[in-house]
């Protein structure tokens, strides 16, 4: 009792001491960061517990009767207990929810760490104390009574936190479910490898499970402190690296118990070499996974920052820009590195467990022989679109023509393009009936407009107002953006029988053409009528060769024939 209280006072002393930065950690802004801190201050008193523990017991105690082994035996219990206490409390966080690392509230954190360390007291003290018991004489069969009791009241009392958890109500209910059904499965589990091993003396399984729980636990506290407060897309994908990480690990302890321990279908002998071939394996395929993360992350992100709108010819968007040339290729190239990751990593895998893979490699390439000869429009529509991305043709996010079918280049596979119509419509085209590209946003774009003005403009004046007001729309804040080259009068393009046809054109970027050309007209509009310039008229003049006023029977005729003959020419 001295000693756990002597133990108690250490721990006391070293929080004191770390009061300050347990505060620091506390007030962080970056909860990761301040749950992170107050881990590794537990850590601390771990380190504190199990160094006085290990002074205890080495200078406190004598060894040599039962009694002194009981009291050892208790000691290394609490202290045990001690330590995972600490486990519990950094997982649960009672009074600290920002630092929680499993949702519920305050009331059900503090009741469901209660039940948790009576319960786990009473396991550690039963399995430390009946080896003591069984070496002071205690029958087995009662010793085995007594640890069936212990492992149903450990078993209870887990249900109990579990029911204790599931009716706080405060959880996600997707969090909820998901721990409640990990519970029902691992309890009833480690309860019946605990009584399985207690009635046949052997361990192995039940210590193979508890290890790969603790595995799991770790996992589970990484992964848990890193998405504390960022969502970002690193932290997903470190947390997936912990992930498979863990599941290997799990994978490795659980076969070398059944097919070693359990099962004897591996010699022991035989398992070092197989093991370490594992680990290898392990390793590799751990390593390609993470470098496919890491690749899949890296594209998605430089894909998203470079997300173009709809780059069509009547697009409005502010931030309907095309993307780069290296955007566009990139889901081609993570297809192919995806492919060749995962084809280096299996034949890596495999030459670990001393698989001759040279017949691999020219079984491979056969079969992508055969394949080339029985897919030759496949193999077609890739290096057409090899070649068509080597020639930078088109990107995603420009408007293209391929002849047939037009629309925004959405999406590039390996094999083929997606299309975005400006109606809504999707085109999926292999690069292999891709003839000839009409790139619509590339550099710049010049449109040309006719006007239809009246026969005896003064075509000096219009040049004059239609250079004026290119200048004005060049310093339009808006419009200065998209020109390149300011509207102007080209010529006269017709001398029609009723009007006189000029051309006008501007150089735009590609984006916007359509929206430029809207906002010219109506400017056009509002200066031609303050400056007097008429627009052609359709109204028909009769005139007679005496100069007598016409009748109102005749002009009427004349109108009906001269919109006849209009009707006529247009069909």
Same mark, same amino acid.
């Given at each position: 009792?001295?000693?756990?209280?002597?133990?108690?006072?250490?721990?006391?002393?070293?929080?004191?001491?770390?009061? *300050?930065?347990? =505060?620091?950690?506390?007030?962080?802004?970056? &909860?990761?960061?301040?749950?992170?801190?107050?881990?590794?201050? @537990?850590?601390?008193?771990?380190?504190?517990?199990?160094?006085?523990?290990?002074?205890?017991?080495?200078?406190?105690? @004598?060894?040599?009767?039962?009694?002194?082994?009981?009291?050892?035996?208790?000691?290394?219990?609490?202290?045990?207990? *001690?330590?995972?206490?600490?486990?519990?409390?950094?997982?649960?966080?009672?009074?600290?929810?920002?630092?929680?690392?499993?949702?519920?509230?305050?009331?059900?954190? *503090?009741?469901?760490?209660?039940?948790?360390?009576?319960?786990?007291?009473? $396991?550690?003290?039963?399995?430390?104390?009946?080896?003591?018991?069984?070496?002071?004489?205690?029958?087995?069969?009662?010793?085995?009574?007594?640890?069936?009791?212990?492992?149903?009241?450990?078993?209870?009392?887990?249900?109990?936190?579990?029911?204790?958890?599931?009716?706080?109500?405060?959880?996600?209910?997707?969090?909820? *479910?998901?721990?409640?059904?990990?519970?029902?499965?691992?309890?009833?589990?480690?309860?019946?490898?605990?009584?399985?091993?207690?009635?046949?003396?052997?361990?192995?399984?039940?210590?193979?499970?508890?290890?790969?729980?603790?595995?799991?636990? /770790?996992?589970?506290?990484? &992964?848990?402190?890193?998405?504390?407060?960022? &969502?970002?897309?690193?932290?997903?994908?470190?947390?997936?690296?912990?992930?498979?990480?863990?599941?290997?690990?799990?994978?490795?302890?659980?076969?070398?118990?059944?097919?070693?321990?359990?099962?004897?279908?591996?010699?022991?002998?035989?398992?070092?070499?197989?093991?370490?071939?594992?680990?290898?394996?392990?390793?590799?395929?751990?390593?390609?996974?993470?470098?496919?993360?890491?690749?899949? &992350?890296?594209?998605?992100?430089?894909?998203?920052?470079?997300?173009?709108?709809?780059?069509?010819?009547?697009?409005?968007?502010?931030?309907?820009?095309?993307?780069?040339?290296?955007?566009?290729?990139?889901?081609?190239?993570?297809?192919?590195?995806?492919?060749?990751?995962?084809?280096?990593?299996?034949?890596?895998?495999?030459?670990?467990?001393?698989?001759?893979?040279?017949?691999?490699?020219?079984?491979?390439?056969?079969?992508?022989?055969?394949?080339?000869?029985?897919?030759?429009?496949?193999?077609?529509?890739?290096?057409?679109?090899?070649?068509?991305?080597? @020639?930078?043709?088109?990107?995603?996010?420009?408007?293209?023509?391929? $002849?047939?079918?037009?629309?925004?280049?959405?999406?590039?596979?390996?094999?083929?393009?997606?299309?975005?119509? =400006?109606?809504?419509?999707?085109?999926?085209?292999?690069?292999?009936?891709?003839?000839?590209?009409?790139?619509?946003?590339?550099?710049?774009?010049?449109?040309?407009?006719?006007?239809?003005?009246?026969?005896?403009?003064?075509?000096?004046?219009?040049?004059?107002?239609?250079?004026?007001?290119?200048?004005?729309?060049?310093?339009?804040?808006?419009?200065?953006?998209?020109?390149?080259?300011?509207?102007?009068?080209?010529?006269?393009?017709?001398?029609?029988?009723?009007?006189?046809?000029?051309? /006008?054109?501007?150089?735009?970027?590609?984006?916007?053409?359509?929206?430029?050309?809207?906002?010219?007209?109506?400017?056009?509009?509002?200066?031609?009528?303050?400056?007097?310039? @008429?627009?052609?008229?359709?109204?028909?003049?009769?005139?007679?060769? $005496?100069?007598?006023?016409?009748?109102?029977?005749?002009?009427?005729?004349?109108?009906?024939?001269?919109?006849?003959?209009?009707?006529?020419?247009?069909?």
């Amino acid at each position: 009792m001295l000693s756990a209280l002597l133990l108690s006072a250490a721990v006391l002393a070293f929080r004191r001491a770390t009061s *300050r930065l347990r =505060q620091r950690c506390l007030n962080d802004a970056l &909860h990761a960061r301040g749950a992170a801190g107050l881990l590794a201050l @537990d850590a601390g008193s771990w380190l504190v517990i199990a160094a006085g523990a290990y002074l205890v017991i080495e200078f406190g105690f @004598d060894a040599g009767g039962h009694q002194e082994l009981l009291w050892v035996a208790i000691f290394w219990a609490f202290v045990r207990w *001690r330590l995972a206490v600490l486990l519990i409390e950094a997982i649960l966080r009672p009074g600290i929810p920002a630092f929680r690392l499993i949702a519920m509230n305050d009331a059900a954190a *503090r009741q469901v760490k209660a039940i948790v360390a009576v319960t786990i007291r009473v $396991g550690f003290t039963g399995i430390s104390v009946m080896p003591v018991l069984l070496r002071a004489g205690l029958p087995i069969p009662v010793g085995q009574v007594i640890a069936l009791a212990q492992g149903l009241f450990v078993a209870a009392g887990a249900v109990l936190a579990l029911l204790r958890y599931r009716a706080s109500h405060s959880a996600p209910p997707r969090s909820a *479910r998901l721990w409640f059904g990990f519970g029902i499965v691992a309890i009833p589990l480690l309860w019946f490898a605990w009584c399985v091993s207690v009635l046949l003396l052997e361990f192995s399984a039940y210590h193979s499970l508890t290890w790969s729980m603790r595995i799991a636990a /770790l996992a589970y506290v990484i &992964h848990a402190l890193l998405g504390l407060s960022s &969502h970002a897309r690193w932290v997903l994908l470190v947390q997936r690296s912990i992930t498979a990480a863990a599941v290997l690990a799990i994978a490795i302890v659980l076969s070398e118990v059944w097919l070693v321990d359990e099962l004897a279908l591996v010699a022991p002998a035989t398992w070092s070499a197989i093991r370490r071939s594992l680990i290898t394996a392990a390793l590799t395929l751990f390593f390609g996974y993470v470098a496919w993360r890491y690749l899949h &992350h890296w594209t998605e992100e430089r894909l998203r920052a470079s997300a173009p709108g709809m780059a069509g010819p009547d697009s409005e968007e502010e931030g309907a820009t095309p993307a780069s040339q290296l955007t566009t290729i990139l889901p081609m190239l993570r297809i192919l590195a995806g492919i060749a990751i995962l084809v280096v990593v299996v034949l890596l895998a495999l030459l670990q467990f001393g698989v001759e893979i040279t017949p691999l490699l020219a079984g491979a390439g056969v079969f992508g022989l055969a394949i080339s000869f029985g897919s030759q429009a496949l193999v077609r529509d890739i290096v057409s679109g090899i070649f068509f991305m080597a @020639d930078d043709a088109f990107r995603v996010g420009e408007y293209i023509d391929t $002849g047939r079918l037009k629309g925004t280049v959405e999406r590039i596979s390996l094999r083929s393009v997606r299309l975005r119509h =400006q109606n809504g419509q999707i085109h999926t085209i292999p690069f292999g009936q891709l003839t000839s590209i009409t790139n619509f946003s590339r550099d710049w774009q010049t449109v040309k407009f006719n006007l239809r003005l009246a026969r005896d403009t003064d075509i000096e004046k219009v040049r004059k107002t239609v250079k004026q007001l290119g200048q004005e729309m060049m310093k339009d804040p808006e419009l200065g953006k998209e020109l390149l080259q300011p509207l102007k009068l080209q010529g006269v393009a017709e001398i029609a029988d009723s009007a006189l046809v000029v051309r /006008l054109k501007f150089t735009v970027r590609p984006l916007k053409p359509t929206w430029v050309q809207r906002e010219s007209l109506k400017r056009i509009y509002r200066v031609f009528g303050e400056k007097g310039i @008429d627009f052609a008229s359709g109204a028909i003049t009769v005139q007679t060769a $005496g100069g007598q006023p016409v009748p109102a029977e005749i002009a009427a005729g004349a109108a009906g024939a001269a919109s006849a003959g209009v009707e006529k020419t247009a069909s």
